[in-house]
């Protein structure tokens, strides 16, 4: 008897498993799997609570003490804010083809070999892409370049790690972490026909499977987006990662999910070491001063992971192995190798994460850092009960994930961080 669209669905239900789709988006992306998960929410926000200020009704005499804790309408008490938090939205899709489904309907085995390197790839191609916008300042970049007869030059080539052939991109001047931000006017889409790893260079056409050109307006040195990713004007939220909440220099008093985070920086949007604090030295110096800080000036709890690039973690690497030290330990779950160093009075464990920008550094109290969602991150649509969907106006099927994300560091005074270069 041939199998029906119900058996191939029914078929793909018990394949692609939990435990399948952790391993095919969480292999190898060390924050995004790390990251602690609080999944199928309701609500229109992601709301967290946290404490930035304890009570100050303190004195020699009690009459300065109940000064203390009454000055300002009750600021003198213990003060709150709330971090209120949009869900933001991302699709992923791949096709599956009338004709593939019966040419394998008397085999659904056939049908699950033709199809399973385009599933898998579709949720690696999702766990690619969100371990890098957990990284992004909300613009959702995937790094600057120049062009040259369709070739775009990298400013960081380890950010060619970001880039796929087969991608459609979008320029803009600015990196979209600013709702003023627009793209180049008149820019044409570039599609990208080939990405040289080693030579941090990726190639664009003009035109979907065209040869090398350079699009209408691409100019000068650009930053690049998957077309429809870009953050700035007029964009669809999909989510603010760490470069948005605990940013390179200090905030202004611009209102940040929620808050004005002037009233304290450093505890509403992390620590930071100035340029002069790091002139001359060393990365694992670096580190180590930025730990040291969290754990000292902002008397917090300090970091307990701390994300570099693969290339820069290995200068640590190397530098604690020129000592006689290196000490690695590996995490249980999907074996994320890391490498552990003092400093502040206490133990940190060192993450290599390819998706970490090449210039910095993040330093993060895990339990204080949380991905939400609406759904699971990510989740099939299958509202009708069905894995595959019917594609309106063809034949053909499709296989369609969706998140609706919101990403929260509750509380930044507990995380930093520094520049590597």
């Not at 669905?9 to 498993?17: G, H, Q, V």
């Not at 926000?45 to 304890?54: D, E, G, S, T, V």
């Not at 049908?111 to 690696?124: C, H, S, V």
Request: hydrophobic share 40%.
């Amino acid at each position: 008897m041939a199998s029906t669209i119900t058996q191939f669905d029914a078929f793909l239900k018990d394949y692609y498993t939990k435990d399948k789709i952790d391993d095919l988006t969480k292999k190898d992306r060390p924050f995004f799997g790390m990251v602690k998960r609080e999944e199928d929410l309701g609500g229109d926000q992601y709301i967290h609570p946290f404490i930035f200020q304890n009570p100050q009704g303190f004195g020699a005499t009690l009459a300065k003490a109940q000064q203390g804790s009454q000055q300002g309408s009750g600021n003198g008490n213990i003060q709150g804010r709330k971090w209120k938090v949009a869900y933001g939205d991302y699709s992923a899709s791949v096709e599956i083809g009338d004709k593939v489904i019966k040419a394998s309907r008397s085999n659904v085995g056939a049908f699950l070999r033709d199809q399973e390197t385009e599933i898998n790839g579709l949720y690696n191609g999702f766990g690619d892409t969100f371990s890098t916008y957990l990284y992004s300042n909300g613009g959702q970049a995937l790094g600057s370049a120049t062009i040259a007869a369709g070739v775009l030059t990298l400013v960081n080539a380890d950010d060619v790690v970001n880039f796929e052939v087969g991608q459609i991109l979008v320029p803009s001047v600015n990196d979209g972490s600013d709702p003023a931000h627009i793209l180049i006017a008149g820019a044409g889409q570039g599609f990208v026909i080939a990405v040289n790893r080693n030579a941090g260079t990726v190639t664009v056409s003009t035109t979907s499977g065209g040869a090398a050109g350079t699009p209408a307006n691409w100019a000068g040195t650009m930053f690049l987006f998957r077309d429809g990713d870009f953050g700035g004007s007029g964009a669809t939220r999909i989510l603010l990662g760490l470069g948005a909440w605990i940013p390179a220099s200090d905030p202004t008093s611009t209102t940040f999910e929620n808050i004005n985070r002037t009233v304290d920086v450093a505890r509403m949007s992390g620590i930071r070491l100035t340029t002069a604090e790091i002139t001359g030295l060393t990365l694992e110096q670096r580190l180590k001063r930025l730990v040291t800080r969290m754990r000292g000036r902002n008397f917090g709890p300090g970091p307990d992971a701390v994300f570099l690039n693969p290339e820069k973690w290995q200068n640590v690497a190397d530098t604690l192995e020129s000592r006689g030290y290196r000490e690695i330990g590996k995490d249980a779950e999907f074996g994320y190798e890391n490498l552990s160093f003092k400093a502040g009075g206490k133990t940190v464990k060192l993450y290599a994460d390819p998706f970490c920008p090449v210039n910095k550094a993040f330093a993060l109290k895990m339990d204080t850092v949380k991905l939400g969602g609406l759904s699971k991150i990510p989740e099939v649509v299958n509202g009708d009960g069905l894995e595959m969907l019917r594609k309106v106006a063809s034949n053909d099927y499709e296989y369609r994930l969706v998140a609706y994300p919101a990403f929260v560091v509750a509380a930044p005074g507990f995380c930093g961080t520094v520049s590597t270069v």
